[in-house]
């Protein structure tokens, strides 16, 4: 293997420190501080000459903050001299603003893929974008990880009558993926949102046969817990025996926890792309870790 390093932006340091404990080391050393009118400081504490270096962050909340801290590390990596710079991203903030809905939007993610392509860095590793565009976007490679993959033992293990549910048609290839993976069929929730008015939806309708069955909704995002409770309704109303959830990125907002912990969902599975802090922590949530998953990642661009 070549020499490398792993950093970890502030973002997610529980994460970042599984995985450079499954590849035998530990982060490496550096310092990142805030001054009062919140603007960021970083500076690289070794020596990184010639070096690999990978930077573990998640663009979460406040994801600004965490983009900015991001650009610091890698220009101060670059300064550093290091040969290679691979952003390790788990999460993509921005990631759901992937064109215009609506006309004189801009195209957040395109700007965000943008302005990460000008720190000079090799590779992009990311886990279940919201939109393949996102990756397109990108002139430099991006190898994107299937993320769900984590929760097929778990979902496998309830052993029951399973139908595999996208909770609106932007997650269709996404379920259907996963349906593949644990051999299950697949349903859809027809889902209208408000434009104009964020985090409010309506959930019109079931597609497929989800009467006297396990559902099992597969999603990218939680946020405000709106698309899934959402989902969850409907489906109990055309018969579904219970639902569960499986979702990639706990991007959890304010009050989602009570409303999901509320719910009538059986289990909600997320993993730790995002740091959940212990105050969102409820016992309907289960945490299953993506740090394998980058590992792997980690050792192939090696
Ligand atoms: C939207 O299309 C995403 O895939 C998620 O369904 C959405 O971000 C979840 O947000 P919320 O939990 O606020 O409904």
């Excluded at 070096?51 to 670059?78: G, Q, R, Y």
């Excluded at 109303?237 to 990125?249: D, L, M, P, S």
Aim: proline fraction near 3%; hydrophobic fraction near 45%.
């Amino acid at each position: 293997m070549k020499d490398f390093k792993i950093f970890a932006g502030s973002s997610n340091l529980p994460l970042a420190g599984k995985i450079a404990a499954k590849l035998g080391m530990p982060l490496a050393k550096i310092e990142i501080v805030r001054f009062a009118d919140s603007e960021g400081r970083v500076r690289i504490e070794e020596d990184v000459r010639g070096k690999i270096c990978f930077v573990i962050t998640s663009f979460s909340n406040p994801v600004d903050n965490h983009l900015m801290e991001f650009f610091l590390i890698c220009d101060a990596l670059k300064q550093s001299e290091a040969e290679k710079i691979i952003a390790v991203i788990p999460y993509f903030g921005y990631g759901r603003q992937d064109k215009a809905y609506r006309p004189g939007e801009s195209i957040s993610a395109r700007v965000v893929t943008k302005l990460i392509e000008t720190m000079s860095i090799e590779r992009i590793v990311t886990i279940d974008l919201h939109s393949d565009s996102v990756a397109s976007f990108f002139d430099i490679p991006v190898s994107q990880l299937f993320g769900l993959s984590i929760f097929q033992s778990e979902i496998e293990r309830l052993k029951d009558d399973l139908v595999i549910v996208a909770p609106d048609a932007g997650g269709a290839k996404r379920a259907q993926s996963f349906a593949e993976k644990v051999n299950a069929p697949l349903a859809m929730v027809e889902k209208k949102r408000n434009l104009d008015k964020i985090h409010e939806l309506e959930t019109l309708n079931v597609i497929g046969q989800v009467k006297k069955k396990t559902c099992v909704i597969v999603d990218d995002i939680i946020a405000g817990g709106g698309t899934v409770i959402g989902a969850a309704e409907i489906l109990k109303k055309f018969g579904a025996k219970k639902v569960f959830v499986c979702a990639t990125h706990a991007n959890f907002i304010d009050g989602a926890k009570e409303k999901l912990a509320n719910s009538s969902l059986e289990k909600i599975f997320v993993s730790d792309t995002i740091l959940v802090p212990s105050a969102q922590l409820f016992s309907k949530l289960k945490i299953v870790s993506v740090d394998q998953l980058l590992v792997e990642a980690i050792k192939k661009v090696l």
